[in-house]
């Protein structure tokens, strides 16, 4: 598209570098992220397309940064669904496009919650283990007890079933933070989403609340960009109760829940939550210095951001 911009304009030394650092780790089994588990979190955002972007953007810096995970011997951690052309679907072809011949290891695990388990048949799940891709699926939480799983649940409308499937997805992201090393976090929708938080927002906060490494990726908006304000100091309109709440449903669905979940359904509770994570302080976890992590918050360079995080989590990898 001739009017998109550019997100790879880095000097060609630095990509090169880069490039020949990983392809050199590849060729010497060299893989300093062997064994580690990195979850990403990814999605869609409103805001990508009065940024200049679009779904494309975000799709090729998922697969760059995907692709350097894997080629260092990482193994990625997504909770996503089945639909075409979805994260899952393009993590679940790389991961095939880049197995090591011999290599026994899953290079992807995808986590599925109820519903979404529903749509891993055995002939699903024979496909995904062909491509070495592990389908993770977390069982309805007991705490819930007997529900009928054939039933067409309604969460845009039945406060119930709207609670049924938050309480699955809280549960999922909580196992993966707790089975995750770090996690790097981009992009992300804020409104019309399924679970108590956006989906990216919840996976952060949970990953913080671990005590776990996060790389947070702001260029492309999104609910990772409205993390950053606030661990910047500012309060995003999306990021509040008022913005959230704006229908009697949705007063209704945290009226519901009050007392009923163990996660504080309040954005000002959130707020005050991802204050206290300063940058001085995810920069003591993730090895990128406060001046890094802050360029990594604004920049939309495919190769600048790949170059951070890699140094951030080789870093890490020295240091331990």
């Known amino acids: 598209m001739e009017n998109e911009k550019n997100i790879s304009g880095i000097s060609e030394n630095l990509s090169e570098s880069i490039k020949e650092e990983s392809l050199a780790n590849d060729k010497k089994e060299v893989k300093f992220l062997s064994h580690?588990?990195?979850?990403?979190?990814?999605?869609?955002?409103?805001?990508?397309?009065?940024?200049?972007?679009?779904?494309?953007?975000?799709?090729d810096i998922s697969i760059e940064i995907a692709r350097y995970l894997m080629v260092n011997g990482a193994t990625m951690l997504?909770?996503?669904?089945?639909?075409?052309?979805?994260?899952?679907?393009?993590?679940?072809?790389?991961?095939?496009?880049?197995?090591?011949?011999?290599?026994?290891?899953?290079?992807?695990?995808?986590?599925?919650?109820?519903?979404n388990s529903k749509a891993i048949t055995m002939d699903v799940k024979a496909d995904f283990m062909s491509k070495?891709?592990?389908?993770?699926?977390?069982?309805?939480?007991?705490?819930?007890?007997?529900?009928d799983s054939e039933k067409k649940y309604e969460p845009f409308k039945d406060v119930q079933d709207r609670f049924i499937?938050?309480?699955?997805?809280?549960?999922?992201?909580?196992?993966?933070?707790?089975?995750?090393?770090?996690r790097i976090?981009?992009?992300?929708?804020?409104?019309?989403?399924?679970?108590y938080y956006p989906g990216i927002v919840e996976e952060a906060y949970q990953t913080?609340?671990?005590?776990?490494?996060?790389?947070?990726?702001?260029?492309?908006?999104g609910a990772a960009k409205s993390i950053i304000k606030i661990i910047q100091g500012d309060i995003p309109a999306q990021m509040t109760n008022d913005f959230q709440f704006d229908?009697?449903?949705?007063?209704?669905?945290?009226?519901?829940?009050?007392?009923?979940?163990?996660i504080k359904l309040d954005y000002e509770y959130l707020e005050?939550?991802?204050?206290?994570?300063?940058?001085?302080?995810?920069?003591?976890?993730?090895?990128?210095?406060?001046?890094?992590?802050?360029?990594?918050?604004?920049?939309?360079?495919?190769?600048?951001?790949?170059?951070?995080?890699?140094k951030g989590l080789k870093n890490i990898s020295n240091d331990r």
């Open 208 to 221: 913080l609340k671990a005590n776990k490494p996060i790389y947070l990726i702001g260029g492309f908006g």
């Open 247 to 262: 229908t009697d449903f949705l007063k209704e669905f945290k009226s519901y829940v009050s007392g009923k979940s163990t």
């Open 78 to 115: 997504y909770g996503g669904d089945m639909r075409n052309g979805g994260y899952t679907e393009i993590f679940r072809d790389l991961s095939h496009q880049y197995r090591h011949l011999g290599d026994k290891e899953f290079r992807f695990i995808n986590y599925f919650p109820f519903p």
């Open 36 to 59: 580690k588990k990195i979850a990403i979190s990814v999605s869609e955002c409103e805001e990508l397309e009065q940024l200049g972007f679009s779904d494309h953007h975000l799709k």
């Open 185 to 195: 976090v981009l992009g992300g929708k804020q409104k019309n989403f399924l679970g």
């Open 272 to 310: 005050g939550f991802f204050k206290t994570n300063t940058v001085e302080a995810i920069s003591r976890q993730n090895g990128l210095s406060v001046e890094e992590n802050l360029i990594l918050f604004e920049s939309t360079n495919i190769h600048e951001i790949v170059f951070l995080i890699m």
């Open 165 to 182: 499937f938050s309480e699955c997805f809280t549960d999922m992201r909580t196992k993966m933070a707790q089975n995750s090393d770090m």
């Open 132 to 147: 070495q891709v592990y389908p993770e699926i977390i069982n309805i939480p007991s705490h819930l007890g007997k529900i």
